[in-house]
């Protein structure tokens, strides 16, 4: 009789232990990862009032959750390998059920990577839209207006009237944009295709890199490509020089080197500024320096510049007027080409 009774035992105990394999297994494969590249990155439950940051490269959360980026940019992959990229401060709720994926975008850029989700959607909620796709790569901006752009196959848009309520569907094709504004600024939106200067911004073309094979990828391969084009972005190297001539000159290398540690560049900038309030310079240039020393400390709270963030700091040197020179005349400074010498990337 025992003889028969210990192989019965062993077969029940084999077959729990398999069952519960496979129950982890399963659990594993239904997680929604936060995944952190760089800076700092926030979550909190739909239960939770405040939002605590992310200590960890990669987070298990649950349907529901709030993400949230500072500084840098992070990723969220879910159950069915469709990933959404965020930029920094960006705020989003993702949510996963049977019927689908149901993100609401705050505020933000995003880059969603969708995976075919059977009879189930994808959808992006902004305050002003409603972006519905079954399969596809797609852009999202939201600011007071959504912007939407559509980098594989088709997306359907609707705008959203006052009282939330979804208008009329338009389908945005491949290569093609749109901007849907608050419905009682505009009622409808226009399509365009997405202009060549987007195509060019680094962000675009780091989602590009991530874009490439996505579909053939599968959950630890993702993971894996997201450290590679990380490793390339660190490797990649971008340098600008500014030069203004003028009573106060100031002639400074800017890269990776003027933010670890920042201090010494903050000392430079401090000063050149203390010199510009004692002779006189105008409210308004003395404003665009202190205002891109003060870009600057931001940027370089991560230890990196992107080309993005140099053509964003570019950007304000732009608004320089006239500053006086030693013999009290007006000279005209430099245009942002000649102040800012190419950004250069090695």
């Known amino acids: 009789m025992n003889k028969i009774i210990f192989p019965v035992f062993l077969l029940v105990v084999c077959g729990i232990g398999l069952v519960m394999l496979l129950v982890v297994a399963n659990r594993k494969a239904e997680d929604i990862l936060v995944l952190r590249e760089d800076g700092t990155m926030y979550v909190k439950s739909a239960q939770d009032a405040e939002y605590v940051e992310v200590t960890s490269d990669e987070t298990t959360v649950k349907s529901g959750t709030f993400v949230k980026t500072g500084s840098g940019k992070g990723h969220v992959l879910f159950p069915n390998n469709s990933l959404m990229t965020l930029d920094k401060n960006t705020e989003i709720q993702v949510t996963y059920t ?7 975008q705050f505020i933000g850029k995003t880059w969603n990577r969708v995976r075919n989700i059977g009879s189930g959607a994808y959808k992006v909620n902004t305050p002003t839209a409603l972006a519905t796709v079954r399969g596809t790569v797609l852009g999202i901006e939201v600011t007071n207006i959504t912007d939407i ?3 594989e196959h088709s997306v359907d848009v609707q705008q959203k009237n006052e ?3 979804l208008m009329e569907v338009k389908v945005l094709l491949e290569g093609q944009l749109t901007s849907v504004n608050e419905f009682g600024e505009k009622q409808g939106f226009d399509i365009q295709d997405i202009p060549e200067e987007l195509k060019k911004h680094e962000w675009f073309l780091y989602n590009k890199q991530l874009d490439s094979n996505f579909e053939t990828l599968d959950r630890e391969q993702i993971k894996q490509k997201i450290k590679s084009v990380k490793v390339q972005a660190i490797q990649k190297k971008v340098e600008f020089q500014i030069k203004i001539t003028g009573d106060v000159p100031i002639d400074i290398t800017i890269s990776d080197k003027s ?3 920042f ?3 903050a000392d430079y900038f401090d000063q050149r500024i203390a010199q510009m309030k004692a002779r006189g310079v105008t409210q308004k240039d003395l404003a665009t320096i202190q205002e891109f020393r003060a870009a600057l400390e931001v940027i370089c709270r991560d230890g990196t510049l992107t ?3 140099a053509e964003s700091l570019k950007g304000i040197l732009n608004s320089l007027g006239k500053v006086p020179n030693g013999s009290g005349t007006v000279t005209p ?3 942002v080409t000649q ?3 190419g950004i250069n990337s090695r």
């Open 263 to 265: 201090q010494p560049t």
């Open 259 to 261: 933010c670890t540690p």
């Open 98 to 104: 049977a019927e689908g994926i149901d993100v609401m």
């Open 307 to 309: 080309e993005q963030e």
């Open 149 to 151: 752009y559509v980098v």
């Open 333 to 335: 400074t430099p245009t």
């Open 339 to 341: 102040a800012v010498r």
């Open 163 to 165: 009282s939330g309520q």
